[in-house]
């Protein structure tokens, strides 16, 4: 009985000092981020923040597409097999449309981020930590937190939101395929219902998400990799650790927002 | 006046004390070796030297300002007069090794592009890396990647520079080789050198003086032909290459004995 006590505080204190990390490096990265602004801040962090807009954003386009046209193709025929039933198969738009810009745009393209660019922070500072890259920073008088961490975080709040309007998109171009295959409904009067069926808060609350889920995804990644001990090894547990908290993490705050959004934001 | 100044010098991890109560000075223009076997504390005296970690206690005091209480801005202007080039070199991958070069020129100074790649030029002329700017550190030789790391700790002419074990892992020529551009560096430049290593040959080469730790704590400090004819057991067992803790053949009997009687290989 001891032993199960004492694994629980341990694990409860492990869990508050990695909630406490992420909240230090938060402040930290928000105090350094004005260096990545373009203009104003460091070229070369401008630089380094295109170069992961680049990696974080454009190079995830074709996956995000694919994922969505093929969740709004299911989601369109699951929603159209209960609802014909019902004679409403025309609310497979409404589903598809506002199911996108409120839920699926938004956390599907965090969930493909982060497998993609939440583990790849996480390797790519937990090399740098073995490598001693980091310690070669410090001595340089240089801040890791500025140097790594602001270029993608910045290059993450501007890509993932950027991903989740494409990839409500292509679900929504989905659905109006599969509404043009099932009922020859015309692409042009499939829009003119999109557009009658969402509200723009609809967009803005996807929006608010998808800067969490941003904030997720590069904050667990990096965490991650900052946390590295020992050797190579210990960079392959921290990949998988990062893709693993990350998901967890993006779920568990979709179900806050949508929570907050529902009691909240009324139409 | 000494340019680094260790008192008392106290290091701990997990309670369990790897450096004890360190002294010593390290006086402007000299090199000093710090010399160890594996795991007597030398790559941590390097880190406190260069203000990576902090002492349980002591004081660490380079150019007149404690390092280990000081603000993080006095330890940046430290740090600027600082070279380091670390055992795995730790040359950042992304970049060209004429890039790594620049890095701290760039991050640092203000000097127009031409100017910052003319002096980028001019550090690899004195490693001899002058035709290998363009090349990513992974196309490197490892002996090739060290002078990378030299060249770069070189960067803003600093007053001290730091060697982590210049020559593992390097065959005996291109360890030479090295051992050369130390003294050339310390010749031309009047740089305050400090190198750890464990590589005999390498240490009366290069070192003024010598500092040999034995598990944390300083078993002989002095010049080269101190150490050559210090009588310290410890000395002796590192300079002739005899093992200091042969297996005791009545140990090791009594501990099988032992293990022998116990009752679990008895059932």
Excluded at chain 1, 91 to 107: K, M, N, W
Excluded at chain 1, 140 to 166: N, Q, R, W
Excluded at chain 1, 197 to 225: N, P, Q, Y
Excluded at chain 2, 187 to 192: N, Q, S
Aim: proline share 4%.
């Amino acid at each position: 009985m001891p032993n199960v006590l004492e694994n629980v505080g341990r694990r409860t204190l492990n869990e508050l000092d990695y909630v406490g990390s992420l909240n230090i490096q938060l402040w930290s990265t928000l105090r350094a981020m004005k260096s990545a602004f373009p203009l104003v801040g460091n070229r070369y962090r401008w630089r380094a923040t295109v170069r992961q807009m680049l990696q974080i954003g454009y190079d995830a386009l074709p996956m995000v597409s694919m994922m969505a046209i093929c969740t709004g193709f299911i989601l369109a025929m699951q929603g159209a097999s209960e609802l014909r039933r019902f004679g409403a198969i025309h609310y497979v738009i409404d589903l598809v449309a506002v199911g996108f810009t409120r839920e699926l745009g938004p956390l599907l393209t965090a969930i493909a981020v982060s497998g993609r660019s939440g583990s790849a922070f996480a390797a790519e500072i937990g090399t740098m930590k073995v490598t001693e890259e980091l310690d070669s920073l410090r001595v340089m008088a240089l801040d890791p937190i500025e140097f790594v961490l602001a270029p993608k975080y910045l290059a993450g709040l501007i890509s993932i939101p950027c991903l989740t309007i494409i990839s409500n998109a292509f679900g929504i171009i989905a659905g109006g395929l599969f509404m043009f295959l099932s009922t020859r409904l015309a692409p042009l009067l499939y829009f003119r219902y999109v557009l009658e069926s969402i509200a723009l808060r609809d967009v803005i609350t996807g929006l608010i998400k998808s800067v969490a889920f941003a904030t997720i995804i590069a904050h667990v990644g990096c965490l991650e990799g900052f946390r590295v001990r020992g050797g190579p090894d210990s960079v392959g547990r921290s990949t998988t650790s990062a893709v693993v908290k990350s998901t967890f993490l993006v779920i568990v705050a979709d179900a806050i927002f949508t929570a907050i959004f529902y009691f909240t934001v009324r139409p | 006046m000494p340019i680094i100044s260790i008192r008392d010098l106290v290091v701990e991890y997990d309670g369990r004390r790897v450096l004890d109560g360190l002294n010593l000075d390290v006086e402007p223009g000299e090199a000093m070796v710090l010399l160890g076997g594996s795991g007597s504390g030398k790559s941590t005296l390097l880190r406190q030297i260069i203000g990576l970690e902090r002492p349980k206690s002591g004081n660490v005091i380079v150019k007149g300002i404690d390092i280990t209480r000081c603000s993080p801005s006095e330890l940046k202007k430290v740090r600027h007069s600082i070279g380091v080039a670390f055992q795995s070199a730790a040359l950042f991958n992304s970049l060209s090794v004429k890039d790594n070069v620049a890095l701290p020129l760039r991050e640092h100074t203000k000097l127009a592009p031409s100017i910052i790649d003319l002096m980028v030029w001019m550090k690899l002329a004195v490693v001899g890396l002058a035709d290998f700017g363009k090349l990513l550190p992974q196309e490197l030789s490892g002996g090739m990647k060290k002078r990378g790391a030299v060249a770069r700790a070189l960067a803003l002419d600093p007053e001290i520079l730091v060697l982590d074990e210049p020559s593992a892992g390097l065959d005996p020529i291109v360890a030479a080789e090295l051992d050369e551009l130390i003294l050339l560096l310390k010749e031309a430049f009047h740089m305050t050198i400090i190198v750890v290593t464990h590589e005999m040959p390498s240490a009366f080469r290069i070192a003024d003086r010598i500092a040999m730790l034995h598990q944390g704590t300083f078993s002989s400090v002095g010049t080269k032909e101190e150490i050559k004819a210090s009588q310290d057991p410890r000395v002796r067992h590192f300079l002739d290459r005899t093992p200091e803790d042969l297996a005791n053949a009545t140990a090791v009997a009594a501990h099988f004995e032992k293990y022998l009687h116990t009752p679990e290989i008895n059932q």
